[in-house]
């Protein structure tokens, strides 16, 4: 499974989110709660992107601090992950899980250390959402299975990320569910 809004966040929530599950592979721990002075947050992320270029996404460009928080140029995972496959994204984020773990999710762009997980308890809020989403542009939207994954993989649904049309749709149904969801 792969965490979606998410999948594409940015820096380490989307690289970290899009390949892999909460709290990293291997049962390691998530991503720091506190909160680094920007010179640390930018060496870090700066850090986090040249490992990533070395091992397979030779085009991760560095993030900038913007707010206080790690930020990559407007589209960049959009475009990234339309250049590279999946498993070459799994064995990026698996390489740098280590320097991952190390930046606090709430400085990341559009990360949240108290961002929720669907799960199989959630299934009924997860339908109201997907609901919610279809009348808001996304016509295709499925519901959620058992387990509170959405089926997107292998669909077009997949890439659509961090897309307008999905950004409205997740904001005017933020009611219904506003943590994370994931694909499967």
């Known amino acids: 499974m792969r965490t ?3 999948c594409l966040a940015v ?3 989307v690289v970290l989110a899009a390949c892999g599950s909460p709290g990293g592979a291997g049962g390691s721990p998530g ?3 506190t909160t680094l002075p920007e010179a640390q947050l930018l060496a870090l992320g700066k ?3 040249q490992c990533i270029r070395q091992n397979g996404i030779p085009t991760f460009p560095d993030p900038t601090i913007e707010q ?3 930020t990559l140029p407007q589209n960049a995972m959009d475009q990234i992950e339309t250049q590279y496959a999946r498993d070459v994204l799994d064995q990026a984020q698996h390489a740098c899980q280590s320097m991952m773990d190390r930046i606090p999710q709430s400085q990341i762009e559009g990360g949240s250390s108290d961002r929720q997980e669907p799960g199989p308890e959630d299934v009924d809020a997860l ?3 997907a609901a919610c989403v279809r009348e808001h542009g996304i016509p295709d939207w499925p519901d959620p ?3 509170g994954s959405f089926p997107l993989r292998g669909t077009p649904l997949e890439s ?3 897309s307008d049309r999905m950004q409205r749709a997740a904001q005017a149904c933020q009611q219904y569910w506003s943590g994370g969801i994931t694909a499967s």
Request: glycine fraction near 8%; charge should be positive.
């Open 4 to 6: 979606i809004r998410t």
């Open 11 to 13: 820096l380490a929530l």
């Open 31 to 33: 991503p720091s709660s």
């Open 47 to 49: 850090e986090l992107a």
């Open 68 to 70: 206080g928080q790690l």
């Open 127 to 129: 339908r109201q959402w």
């Open 145 to 147: 299975k058992a387990d």
């Open 160 to 162: 659509e990320g961090k």
